[in-house]
């Protein structure tokens, strides 16, 4: 997509962040936490999401099903401390570890707080900060959006899957926008399609009031449908996307922004790693025995480690 587009924070648009997902085929890593605050790069997926939304709408929304306390507690923190970087320190994720995985027993949006920008550009434009806690059931893609109906009140919504890693730029995609029509935005040539890598997609209010707030998703409750009658502004954008839904993915996420270079939660990329550790992600809190040589792992704060094989290969940077 290019360089930066300097636009106001839409007023019309909310950001959507959709993190409710179970996270099935990253198992075993999803034991310990939501497959959102996975680290990529040192942080959480979550982090990179909120970044790419906040100066471009000025309010965010973060839908939640599974493991909502930790869920919770982060957005919590990243009111807080974002702006540095990296995550919360290791007592934090030892702190939910070993917790069984729970379920919210009902539905509510509450207000977490607000979120700065983050990086050099601060002090910058900031975002109010909300939770969509799905209960008794996670709702997809569409019934998250549906159910929002009477919080967005006649404004759309800009979405982004936060277990998708990007370098697009979402204030092109908005400027890109026809203001009419629902759009997905994908990476790669061609058009819309099945299976499409998708970057992000804005549904316009007269979209959002037809959406169930039941479970659905967008696919085939919507833009199937909308892009057979031509009703679907279809926007490619040049940006590698890594669907980190699997721990090979993942892996290959993490060796892409860190330049095939370890990855350590919570450290700044290109960090020393521990001697004998190539091609891995460390979770903060991780232990690493002294002679121990890994390969293409992946270890977590309570000790699981997987190995991935084949590992990936990868070129460039995600992010």
Same mark, same amino acid.
């Given at each position: 997509? #290019?360089? +930066?587009?300097?636009?106001?924070? @839409?007023?019309? /648009? &909310?950001? &959507?962040?959709?993190a409710a997902g179970a996270g099935r085929r990253l198992w075993p890593l999803t034991l310990e936490r939501p497959k959102v605050l996975c680290p990529v790069g040192g942080r959480p997926l979550l982090g990179w999401a909120l970044d790419s939304l906040v100066g471009v709408v000025d309010e965010v929304v973060v839908n939640v099903h599974h493991h909502p306390a930790v869920m919770l507690a982060w957005l919590e923190w990243a009111c807080g401390g974002r702006a540095g970087g990296g995550g919360p320190p290791a007592d934090f994720w030892r702190s939910f570890a070993s917790r069984p995985p729970e379920l919210p027993t009902g539905a509510e949006v509450t207000r977490i707080g607000t979120l700065p920008v983050r990086g050099p550009a601060a002090p910058g434009p900031e975002a109010d900060l909300w939770a969509s806690i799905e209960g008794p059931e996670a709702l997809g893609t569409a019934g998250a959006l549906g159910s929002l109906a009477g919080f967005l009140d006649g404004r759309g919504v800009l979405a982004v899957n936060a277990d998708t890693l990007t370098n697009a730029n979402l204030a092109q995609v908005v400027a890109a926008w026809d203001g009419e029509r629902p759009l997905v935005a994908h990476g790669g040539p061609g058009g819309f399609r099945p299976g499409v890598d998708v970057v992000a997609s804005i549904t316009p209010w007269e979209s959002i009031v037809g959406l169930p707030a039941t479970s659905s998703g967008l696919f085939g409750h919507f833009w199937r449908n909308a892009e057979t009658s031509g009703a679907l502004q279809s926007l490619s954008v040049d940006t590698r996307v890594f669907d980190c839904g699997t721990p090979q993915r993942y892996l290959a996420a993490n060796l892409a922004v860190a330049g095939g270079?370890? +990855?350590? $939660?919570?450290?700044?990329?290109?960090?020393? +790693?521990?001697? #004998?550790?190539? @091609? +891995? *992600?460390?979770?903060?809190?991780? $232990? *690493?025995? $002294?002679? $121990?040589? /890994?390969?293409?792992?992946? @270890?977590?704060?309570?000790?699981?480690? &997987?190995?991935?094989?084949? &590992?990936?290969? *990868?070129?460039?940077?995600?992010?």
């Open positions: 997509m #290019g360089d +930066s587009v300097a636009v106001a924070a @839409r007023s019309d /648009l &909310v950001g &959507v962040a959709l270079l370890t +990855s350590m $939660e919570g450290q700044p990329i290109a960090t020393p +790693s521990p001697v #004998g550790l190539t @091609r +891995s *992600v460390l979770w903060s809190g991780a $232990e *690493v025995i $002294e002679g $121990e040589v /890994l390969d293409g792992a992946i @270890r977590t704060t309570a000790g699981r480690t &997987v190995l991935v094989r084949p &590992v990936p290969t *990868v070129a460039g940077h995600a992010a």
